[in-house]
């Protein structure tokens, strides 16, 4: 408190001897939003000078002065509704005070939830603050607000089915959504759209390695050096045709997000007919790698193609790339293919362009280089067997990438044909057959006499090795954490606890099943309560007087199995999601039917039905938090109000945490 009161006086004479003006760094405005007829949010924003911060509402002892509000209740004719919310703002290590405080800058918006039980014109209020910048603080400071009633917009909370059912028709739609936290959104939006060109890119130089691509490297290049009239206008030429090559395949993307365009991607995930078509696919295109039959365009479009690169100057170059695409299809098609899935399947609208940037630049930048520097043709590798064997090794990983989606079909309709220990005991036979391939046990149609096992081989082939015994814990319940992204959660398995124990074998266990509040479960193998209906989790919240963890999640979310296998388990996270919070989980791919007398038209896409539970939440997502990707978490008070702004996927389990006890904090 001394210290507090040093600070105050340095600053007043400070600001004295500085100049004779009064400084006034924060101006308050008030709205009002309403909610119903009785109900309204009293809405008062703070417009802060740069370099000055507001502190919150909620300040460690012996620290600033909070923001605090008062409201006159005008003799019983408003009834305050929970406390004051506040928006996440910035927890640092104030120079000031020394200690880890929060605060605003540039702007602040705080909400007070009323209602009336009286006609009222207006409301008073006033509130009490404290401002500082880096080096000083100002005297709190007291401002009187009015809330005029009167000038009130629609707005406000309401629940999940009120939101997707009643009310003014919403302007939104899918391909136009936001994220609730526009920061966090772009934040994994940057995260997996770099991991889809990473993983991309090594694609593509994976395509580059197999027989239809690689041996055009070194004739495409000395047809270029030889028909150009220098060495510059060979590089020239070259570079054009890497660009053209680019080119071809980001229009192939751009088409991909144009025709399904953001809504139809973030439903393919989730579509059970979508993951066996994609399913089939796969295994159609890993059968072809392993030399059963080639896919190949039909021979007249080469031909027509072919026919048009004799064309002179930079039109020819270009249908030379195009011709390329075409001849190699049978090789860099089912990885195009399977490229264009997953990155749509994520629910991004330019993802797919992505991917193919990224997977044509790897299969461009050789041919441009070795332009360039002829000379290095000299240290490829020459073509031969090893070629077929990358084609392989490429239709075991399509094999294995095939299952995940079939996995994802069985858990939306939640037929437990694949559940987990079946999904990783045929992952362990894909992949301990490519490991006996790799070590010359198995001979396929298109491979040459093994001989003798290369180093390169015998590395990749122990490594596989090495994978396929790291899986085998994980039929007896182990994490496998390397993987989590693939296989099914640890709860959808024949032995959710591992194999050979059960804690109902337990009585203080079953006596806890037994115990559990109506419409509650246990989410195994960690035993965190959670519920799956909206308005009993609310209600029992309210009960045990603790926050609300909303989980937009999904069976087939393969970032939502990344978090509950990654990041909840750590003790720190545990701790707080089952002592701490209430974990409602809505699954926007739950295919429950809805009974007829609750079947809404939507919102969102007018003259479709929500006639599914899986409907009703993606909907209620869309409305209230302007995201329609998952996971997304929402951490809110029992007015429905957020506790801190919601979260996307955070892998960062120290993130994830800090998130987690600040809006606890916030609600305590």
Not at 97 to 113: G, L
Not at 284 to 290: H, K, P
Not at 340 to 352: H, Q, T
Request: proline share 5%; hydrophobic share 45%; with cysteine.
């Amino acid at each position: 408190m001394k210290k507090t009161l040093l600070i105050l006086l340095l600053g007043m004479l400070t600001l004295f001897k500085v100049s004779a003006q009064i400084v006034e760094p924060v101006t308050w405005t008030t709205s009002v939003e309403k909610i119903s007829d009785s109900e309204y949010y009293l809405v008062s924003t703070a417009t802060i000078d740069k370099g000055w911060h507001l502190y919150a509402q909620d300040v460690p002892e012996g620290g600033p002065i909070p923001t605090t509000f008062s409201y006159d209740d005008q003799g019983g004719k408003i009834t305050l509704s929970g406390n004051t919310s506040e928006e996440e703002g910035h927890t640092v290590n104030d120079p000031v005070f020394e200690m880890e405080i929060k605060f605003f800058e540039d702007k602040a918006t705080f909400k007070q939830k009323i209602a009336l039980n009286e006609s009222v014109v207006a409301v008073e209020g006033m509130v009490e603050f404290m401002v500082c910048d880096d080096t000083k603080c100002l005297p709190p400071t007291e401002v009187d607000l009015t809330y005029d009633l009167n000038t009130a917009n629609a707005g406000g909370s309401k629940t999940p089915l009120e939101v997707a059912s009643e009310g003014t028709q919403e302007e939104d739609t899918l391909s136009k959504t936001e994220s609730a936290d526009p920061a966090s959104s772009n934040r994994s939006n940057s995260r997996s759209l770099w991991a889809i060109f990473i993983i991309a890119f090594f694609s593509g130089f994976a395509a580059l390695l197999t027989p239809c691509v690689f041996p055009m490297i070194p004739l495409t290049v000395s047809f270029f050096t030889k028909q150009s009239k220098n060495k510059a206008q060979g590089i020239r030429n070259a570079i054009f045709y890497g660009i053209s090559i680019v080119v071809i395949y980001v229009i192939l993307g751009w088409l991909v997000s144009a025709i399904f365009g953001a809504d139809a991607m973030n439903a393919l995930s989730t579509n059970v007919w979508f993951n066996l078509f994609f399913f089939l696919l796969l295994v159609v295109f890993a059968v072809s790698f392993l030399g059963a039959f080639e896919i190949t365009l039909p021979q007249s479009w080469a031909n027509k193609v072919d026919a048009q690169s004799n064309r002179s100057g930079l039109i020819g170059i270009f249908f030379m790339a195009l011709a390329l695409a075409i001849v190699s299809f049978s090789c860099t098609g089912p990885i195009v293919g399977t490229l264009l899935v997953e990155a749509a399947v994520g629910g991004n609208n330019i993802g797919p362009i992505i991917g193919m940037l990224g997977f044509s630049l790897a299969i461009a930048l050789p041919f441009a280089l070795f332009a360039a520097f002829p000379g290095w043709m000299n240290s490829l590798p020459k073509s031969g067997g090893w070629l077929n064997t990358v084609k392989v090794v490429l239709g075991f990983l399509e094999l294995a990438l095939a299952f995940k989606f079939l996995s994802q079909a069985d858990l939306v309709l939640q037929l437990h044909l694949l559940e987990r220990e079946v999904f990783i005991a045929i992952w362990i036979a894909i992949f301990g057959a490519l490991a006996f391939y790799l070590f010359g046990k198995i001979q396929l149609p298109h491979d040459s006499p093994v001989t003798y096992i290369s180093v390169g081989r015998l590395s990749l082939g122990l490594l596989v090795l090495s994978f396929t015994i790291y899986m085998i814990p994980g039929l007896w319940g182990a994490p496998l954490n390397l993987i989590s992204a693939f296989p099914p959660p640890l709860y959808y398995s024949e032995s959710p606890y591992g194999v050979g124990f059960s804690k109902l074998d337990e009585g203080a266990s079953a006596k806890s099943y037994e115990s559990l509040p109506e419409g509650a479960h246990l989410l195994e193998p960690h035993d965190i309560m959670a519920f799956d209906d909206y308005d009993k989790g609310l209600a029992y919240a309210k009960k045990a007087n603790k926050p609300v963890m909303i989980d937009f999640t999904g069976w087939a979310c393969v970032n939502c199995r990344k978090m509950e296998q990654n990041v909840w388990p750590k003790p720190k996270v545990l701790d707080l999601l089952k002592n701490e919070v209430v974990l409602i989980s809505l699954y926007v791919d739950d295919k429950r039917k809805l009974p007829e007398d609750q079947i809404k038209e939507s919102k969102v896409r007018p003259g479709k039905m929500l006639n599914t539970i899986g409907k009703v939440w993606t909907e209620f997502q869309i409305l209230k938090y302007k995201s329609n990707t998952q996971p997304l978490y929402v951490l809110m008070d029992h007015n429905e109000e957020n506790l801190i702004a919601p979260v996307a996927y955070t892998p960062d389990v120290d993130e994830f945490h800090n998130w987690l006890h600040t809006g606890i904090a916030n609600f305590k």
